[in-house]
């Protein structure tokens, strides 16, 4: 079984502050973790990912990641926050068998104050 | 690029309908997937399917079922619509070479039932 618990619904930052969204995850078996962003009233888009290799991701605009089995913790970090980077945050694990059988944290709604 | 494609963007429909979503992929990719997105739920897994004519129960099977009779097409059906059927649906793919298992999305279809 597997199972995201995204820590907060709702982050707020300042433009040029850092950003941390937090995520915790539980898998039985070694998982892949990702990060989505979903823009309003668009798709799906993939921000980073991780699948063992090393445990400092890098990603898109600026966002990294670290994996941190022993905290079970995947939490997304960006330096400096941009307007643009409004917008829900998805943290994902899947298993690596099973057709990569995906489950989904709740969501995290970052809102960027100019 | 991999490219997911839904068949609407949009579509209203009434209680008791026998509705269809369509989703291609042009990647020959094995594994698809259904799921709903729903406010402050994040993305939960309907069904999803590792081969043609294969199919399995994600976390809410309950009043869809699902059809794969070519590999690149993967088609959700509601046999009896209700209204809280309502919510926007996602079509996944992934490929199982990529030890990732990294999904590519569609751009989603919004359901409303009236």
């Known amino acids: 079984a597997q199972s995201v618990t995204q820590l907060d619904s709702h982050v707020s930052v300042s433009e040029g502050t850092p950003v941390l969204l937090r995520c915790n995850y539980s898998?039985?078996?070694?998982?892949?973790l990702f990060w989505y962003v979903q823009h309003p009233n668009k798709g799906l888009q993939l921000l980073l990912k991780?699948?063992?290799?090393?445990?400092l991701v890098k990603g898109i605009n600026g966002f990294e990641a670290e994996f941190k089995k022993s905290e079970t913790s995947f939490h997304l970090t960006k330096p400096s926050a941009h307007m643009s980077d409004a917008a829900e945050y998805f943290c994902?694990?899947?298993?690596?068998?099973?057709?990569?059988?995906?489950?989904f944290g709740d969501g995290t709604t970052l809102t960027v104050k100019p | 690029d991999v490219k997911v494609t839904q068949s609407s963007r949009y579509l209203v429909k009434r209680t008791g309908e026998k509705v269809f979503l369509e989703c291609v992929q042009d990647m020959d990719h094995e594994n698809m997937f259904w799921y709903r997105q729903d406010p402050g739920l994040g993305l939960r897994l309907i069904y999803f399917s590792y081969d043609v004519k294969m199919k399995e129960k994600g976390d809410i099977p309950e009043g869809y079922s699902v059809s794969r009779e070519k590999k690149e097409r993967f088609s959700l059906i509601l046999e009896s619509a209700s209204t809280n059927q309502t919510s926007m649906y996602l079509c996944a793919s992934s490929l199982s070479r990529d030890s990732s298992y990294e999904q590519y999305f569609g751009p989603g279809t919004r359901l409303t039932v009236t």
């Open positions: 898998s039985s078996y070694s998982p892949s």
């Open positions: 994902v694990v899947s298993e690596r068998t099973n057709a990569g059988k995906s489950t």
């Open positions: 991780y699948t063992s290799a090393a445990t």
